[in-house]
């Protein structure tokens, strides 16, 4: 079975300063694990995703994520931290790419403060 | 990029009426669509994974009798709340998905059961 762990529901930076979002799963299977962001009221868009190719997977806006095998992480940062970023943040693990459910972890809510 | 709406963005019912919601995807072929709901502040749950012309994969604790999908084309899945109650508020999400390793998100529809 896979599962997904975002340590911290809360997380407040400031602007300008480092995001760092973490993320951990657990998987029996090689798996294809996802970045979502969610704005209020709408739905998920996605940032990046790592599907067995290169370890560092760069996204949109700027996120970056490096999958770590041996750490089962899959932590989400950005080197600086804008204004539009405050978000609701989802990590999200699927066995055989997006045909196949995906496993949500139960999301980080990222404050920038001005 | 591939674009997935849902219809209607929200939608207030009184109790014991039946609500569907339209998930569509508008540049794309949808082989598999997925039906998520969100509640207030708390992560995605998978609900069920339909294919293009067959029956809804329920997942576990989900009733089928009152969440009724259909995925009658390669375009249009849709989600039927049959008697809903005020517990059945809630967040819905669809997904689509062309057989590539993402899936992607439609807005969601805000439903609000009197």
């Known amino acids: 079975a896979q599962s997904v762990t975002q340590l911290g529901s809360h997380v407040s930076v400031s602007e300008g300063a480092l995001v760092l979002l973490r993320c951990n799963y657990s998987?029996?299977?090689?798996?294809?694990l996802f970045w979502y962001v969610q704005y209020p009221n709408q739905g998920l868009q996605l940032l990046l995703k790592y599907t067995s190719a290169a370890t560092l997977v760069k996204g949109i806006n700027g996120f970056e994520a490096e999958f770590k095998k041996s750490e089962t992480s899959f932590h989400l940062t950005k080197p600086s931290a804008h204004m539009s970023d405050a978000a609701e943040y989802f990590c999200?693990?699927?066995?055989?790419?997006?045909?196949?459910?995906?496993?949500f972890g139960t999301g980080t809510l990222l404050a920038v403060q001005p | 990029g591939a674009v997935v709406s849902q219809h209607p963005s929200r939608v207030i019912c009184k109790s014991g009426t039946s609500v569907k919601i339209e998930c569509r995807s508008l540049?794309?072929?949808?082989?598999?669509m997925f039906w998520y709901r969100q509640f207030p502040k708390k992560s995605l749950m998978l609900m069920a994974t339909s294919n293009e012309g067959s029956k809804a994969t329920y997942e576990q604790g989900v009733e089928k009798d009152k969440f009724l999908i259909n995925h009658a084309s390669l375009t249009l899945s849709t989600l039927t709340v049959t008697s809903a109650h005020p517990e059945d508020s809630s967040f819905y999400i669809c997904s689509a998905s062309g057989g590539g390793d993402e899936q992607f998100f439609g807005p969601g529809t805000r439903l609000t059961v009197l």
């Open positions: 999200a693990v699927s066995i055989g790419g997006a045909t196949n459910k995906l496993i």
């Open positions: 998987s029996s299977v090689p798996p294809y």
């Open positions: 540049d794309f072929q949808a082989t598999t």
